[in-house]
C-alpha cells in the first residue's frame, strides 16, 4: 500500500463471509508497500447472496482482481469467464483477475501448498504423504499432491469422507484411530494435517510420534494457534515442521504475481504475518 492514495491507486482485496479475521491484508499491503505498486488490498465481508453483485461491481470500478474465500470458492469459479488449470481442476476459484472486461479464475492454494511443503521436504514427487482431513482444504491439497506425482493416503475422523476422496483420487483411506495413524505414520515421508482439529477449542489428533520408526516431516496448515498441538508433539520427537503460515503466505505469493504481473519480495509476506502474529 502506498502511504499516499491517490485518484489513480488501485483496488484488490478479499471477499469472504466472514471476512474480518483475515490476516491477507497483512502481508498483501506490505508486499504492495515494498514494491512500491499504487494499490491497496481490503477485507469485505459479502453474504453469499451479495457475491455476483460484489464481483461485477468491483470489476465495473476498475478493481485490478479479489481473493475470495470461504464460502465463496465454488461459486467464484461458476462466475468466472475463464478459469486457469488449478481453477478448473480444482471446481473452485481463491482468486479472481479482472482482465479486459473478462472475470479470470485462478487457484493458488494447491500451488501453494506445494510451494511452501517443498522447502520443508524437497521434491514431494513419488513422496509418501499421509493427509489428516477430507474437508475442502484437504480436497485441495490431496488433488495437487496427486497432479505432483506424490502418493496420498487420507485419514479423516468420519472416514466415509475420507474413502469419498481417496476414491475420486484413486488413492488409500483410513480412520482415525491411534493405530491407524501410527501406522500409516510410519510408512508416510510427511504427514499434513489439512483437518480444523488443531485449532483453537477443537480437539487434537490421536498420533503419537514418539513411537516412529522413521522420522516424517510434519506440516500443520492451521495457524491459529502457530504451534499447534500436533506441532509441539512432533519439534518434541525432533522432526522437521512446518506451521500454517507457510501456505497462506504462499498462495497470497501466487495471487499477487497473478494480479501485478511481479513477484513480491521473497519471505516479505510470511514475516509480515509473523511479525504481527508473534506477541
Ligand atoms: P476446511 O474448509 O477448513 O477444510 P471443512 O470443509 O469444514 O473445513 O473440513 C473440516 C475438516 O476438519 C474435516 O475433515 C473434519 O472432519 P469430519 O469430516 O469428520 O467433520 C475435520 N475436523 C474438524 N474438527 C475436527 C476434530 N475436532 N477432530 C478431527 N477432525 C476434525
Known amino acids: 500500500m502506498n502511504a499516499d492514495l491517490s485518484a489513480r491507486t488501485r483496488l484488490t482485496g478479499l471477499l469472504g463471509h466472514p471476512a474480518g479475521h483475515s490476516l491477507s491484508p497483512i502481508m498483501q499491503n506490505a508486499a504492495l508497500r515494498r514494491g512500491g505498486i499504487d494499490a491497496v488490498y481490503l477485507a469485505f465481508d459479502v453474504a453469499p447472496a451479495e457475491l455476483e453483485r460484489a464481483v461485477r461491481g468491483l470489476a465495473a470500478l476498475g478493481a485490478i482482481g479479489v481473493n475470495v474465500t470461504v464460502p ?36 493458488t492454494d494447491g500451488l501453494g501448498f506445494l510451494r511452501a511443503a517443498e522447502r520443508l521436504t524437497g521434491r514431494l514427487a513419488g513422496k509418501r504423504v499421509l493427509l489428516l482431513g477430507a474437508g475442502g482444504a484437504s480436497r485441495g491439497v490431496a488433488a495437487a499432491l496427486s497432479a505432483h506425482g506424490a502418493r496420498v493416503s487420507i485419514a479423516n475422523r468420519t472416514v466415509e469422507k475420507a474413502r469419498a476422496l481417496a476414491e475420486a483420487l484413486g488413492t488409500d483411506a483410513l480412520g482415525w484411530t491411534p493405530e491407524e495413524l501410527t501406522a500409516a505414520a510410519s510408512a508416510a515421508d510427511v504427514v499434513v494435517n489439512g483437518s480444523s482439529a488443531g485449532m483453537r477449542g477443537l480437539g487434537t489428533i490421536p498420533l503419537d510420534f514418539a513411537r516412529l520408526p522413521n522420522r516424517p516431516a510434519v506440516i500443520d496448515l492451521v495457524y491459529a494457534p502457530l504451534e499447534t498441538d500436533l506441532l509441539h508433539r512432533a519439534r518434541a520427537a525432533g522432526l522437521p515442521t512446518q506451521d500454517g503460515l507457510g501456505m497462506l503466505a504462499a498462495q497470497g505469493e501466487l495471487a499477487f504475481a497473478f494480479w501485478h504481473g511481479v513477484d513480491p519480495e521473497p519471505g516479505l509476506m510470511e514475516s509480515a504475518l509473523r511479525q504481527q502474529l508473534t506477541p
Request: no cysteine; proline share 0%.
Open 72 to 107: 465463496h470458492k465454488e461459486a467464484a469459479a461458476a462466475l468466472a469467464d475463464e478459469l486457469t488449470d488449478e481453477a478448473a481442476r480444482a471446481g473452485a476459484a481463491n482468486t479472481l483477475a479482472f482482465r479486459n472486461g473478462r472475470i479470470v479464475g485462478h487457484n
